[in-house]
């Protein structure tokens, strides 16, 4: 099946053959035309071809004989960047129609279908899939791609609050321990979840005889369940969660089978793929951890031993708690891998769709939404990232734009597994008063770390009241610049063509000390504390490597169990191969799997 524009054969993309390595361009003034060939549309654009190129990019090749390359090659809708579009009033044909093809005179190339705070269109229902044909069709129209979002805003998972209502166990047999600590235990220890007695650093898990021993003078540690809030965000429930089995199956039974019945013929095609926003397994209560039913049972059949009487461990250094925290934290990564991002993955193999959109990452070295950035991005045929704001910063781990480490980690989890695009969602939040200066700089910032995909936050149908505070700056006739936005859209469109036309080949791997991190995070550390310090340490190194031009690959300790070889004198992760593999300052944990690899390296 081939997509409008000719971009996506059974969910991938098809690219044209253009043998670059390295390019580069300064900011022009670009003819209005439409869609023309790349060739024709920018005057400075130098490129080295690859039999040519040399490591260090410098330019070989006479620029007529590079620029030839490009003759007849057209932008596809897939170079094109798309905006969220956002539904927040209420939705008619008309405006759709109106909106989209002001995007298309813009220069997108297509839309990601948004609901948000202030939609009055009802989600999911059957007025809800027609409008969302109708996008559908005239996205056909006007060969514009028609991306599927999937949740009623953010996060992920719960479907406007559809999921909570089809399966209550989704949300309400807790989703976290908490504790009292006790020294006699009371009448009511019938209520607690686990009881633990302390005996000096030792643990007893005395649950099983607790009624019988109440009035019992010690140190007891009585754990209870806690839920997640309820919200009017979630439609009046909490959150799901999305470790519990068979949430993930009910969530695509409720929204991505809706979509594909009246929009299953184009899927891989003029609706080629999936967003998914934030999914996480994060705690709202930092003195608890996270818990799902049957997370004991996961990890005795993971570790070999009870996780029980080693729940202290998990807020107090005591016992061996640097192995129950990396326990710990390796097998709420599997069950969110396995129980949600897979299953996402394989619906979209079996559907000709591609699963992209992003996570928490700007979030490391806190842990607590998602153990393992590029753990989940493996599983996504477009990996994607979320680039927020308009400061630059370079230094904080929890940065977006400036922060080298969010982005080198998604453009190397999509050369190992061989990916071509990788999605950036940018500009939300960075305020009304952001001009096209600040949307270059930022665009070219991240463009030349790997991110060749463009999706600007947002395309809004209102700024009415309350919306037009939420996040800023909106890509509609709204700002003052947006009549000239088009010519900045075929820059990023052009680079975007450009750096999916080949690939980039590192030599250098530095691994992620993320499963050290394991070993020191706790939900409730105090600032400043042990996981957040070597963040920031690792942080600066790997910075100072990209300000020294050094090019690199991350490295994730789950991808290389599931990717990784030795060939030769090779350290191969899945489809790229190093002569040269950094174990940083930080790295105080080494898996079993990744230390066999080192050594067989070495």
Not at 2 to 8: K, L, Q, R
Not at 121 to 133: A, G, H, K, V
Not at 399 to 410: I, L, T, W
Request: proline residues 5%.
């Amino acid at each position: 099946m081939t997509a409008a524009g000719g971009e996506f054969v059974n969910g991938r993309e098809n690219k044209p053959t253009i043998n670059l390595t390295c390019y580069a361009t300064d900011e022009t003034n670009i003819p209005k035309c439409d869609m023309a060939p790349f060739g024709a549309v920018d005057r400075r654009l130098r490129c080295a071809g690859r039999a040519q190129s040399s490591g260090c990019g410098r330019f070989r090749e006479p620029e007529r004989a590079v620029r030839g390359t490009f003759q007849g090659v057209r932008l596809r809708s897939s170079d094109l960047s798309a905006p969220l579009f956002v539904w927040n009033k209420v939705v008619t044909p008309e405006r759709i129609d109106e909106a989209m093809a002001d995007l298309k005179d813009k220069g997108f190339g297509g839309v990601f279908v948004h609901p948000r705070p202030g939609m009055v269109t009802q989600y999911l229902d059957d007025n809800w899939f027609s409008l969302f044909r109708h996008t559908m069709e005239k996205g056909r129209e006007l060969d514009m791609n028609v991306w599927i979002y999937d949740e009623n805003s953010y996060p992920s998972g719960f479907a406007g609050g559809h999921v909570n209502e089809a399966m209550p166990e989704s949300y309400d047999e807790g989703v976290a321990l908490k504790y009292l600590r006790a020294g006699v235990l009371p009448d009511t220890v019938d209520r607690f979840f686990c009881c633990l007695r302390r005996e000096g650093d030792a643990f007893t898990d005395i649950t099983a005889e607790a009624v019988s021993r109440r009035g019992e003078k010690g140190d007891y540690y009585l754990f209870y369940k806690a839920y997640n809030p309820t919200s009017p965000w979630y439609s009046g429930f909490s959150y799901v969660d999305l470790m519990h089995e068979g949430v993930a199956d009910k969530f695509i039974e409720l929204t991505l089978d809706g979509y594909k019945k009246v929009v299953g013929e184009e899927f891989g095609g003029t609706v080629p793929g999936w967003f998914t926003d934030e999914p996480q397994i994060v705690v709202t209560d930092r003195e608890s951890i996270r818990w799902t039913p049957d997370l004991f049972d996961a990890f005795r059949a993971r570790w070999g031993y009870d996780l029980e009487p080693n729940l202290v461990s998990l807020w107090e250094e005591v016992g061996p708690w640097r192995q129950v925290r990396h326990n710990y934290r390796d097998v709420l990564m599997n069950l969110f891998l396995d129980r949600y991002i897979k299953v996402c993955h394989d619906y979209c193999e079996r559907n000709n769709l591609v699963f992209t959109g992003h996570f928490w990452e700007h979030g490391w070295p806190d842990m607590g939404h998602n153990p393992d950035n590029m753990a989940m991005y493996a599983w996504q045929q477009m990996p994607g990232i979320d680039l927020l704001y308009n400061k630059f910063d370079v230094e904080s781990p929890n940065a977006h734009f400036g922060n080298v480490r969010s982005v080198k980690e998604v453009n190397s989890a999509a050369n190992q597994m061989g990916r071509v695009r990788k999605l950036s969602e940018s500009y939300g939040g960075g305020g009304w008063d952001m001009t096209l200066r600040d949307f270059k700089r930022q665009g070219d910032w991240e463009y030349a770390l790997g991110v060749n995909f463009m999706n600007q936050h947002i395309a809004p149908l209102s700024i009415a009241g309350a919306r037009k505070y939420d996040y800023p700056p909106a890509f509609t006739p709204h700002s003052p610049w947006w009549e000239y936005y088009r010519e900045l859209n075929l820059h990023f469109a052009r680079l975007s063509l450009a750096l999916s036309s080949g690939g980039q080949y590192n030599d250098v791997l530095v691994l992620e000390p993320t499963t050290s991190i394991w070993m020191y995070y706790t939900y409730n550390a105090p600032r400043p504390n042990r996981w957040r310090t070597m963040g920031e340490e690792f942080q600066a190194f790997i910075t100072a490597l990209e300000r020294h031009q050094v090019e690199f690959d991350l490295g994730s300790e789950n991808i290389l169990l599931n990717h990784g070889s030795v060939k030769g004198d090779r350290f191969v992760v899945g489809k790229r191969a190093y002569g040269t593999v950094v174990l940083p300052a930080q790295m105080e944990n080494v898996d079993a799997a990744t230390f066999d690899l080192l050594v067989r390296f070495a």
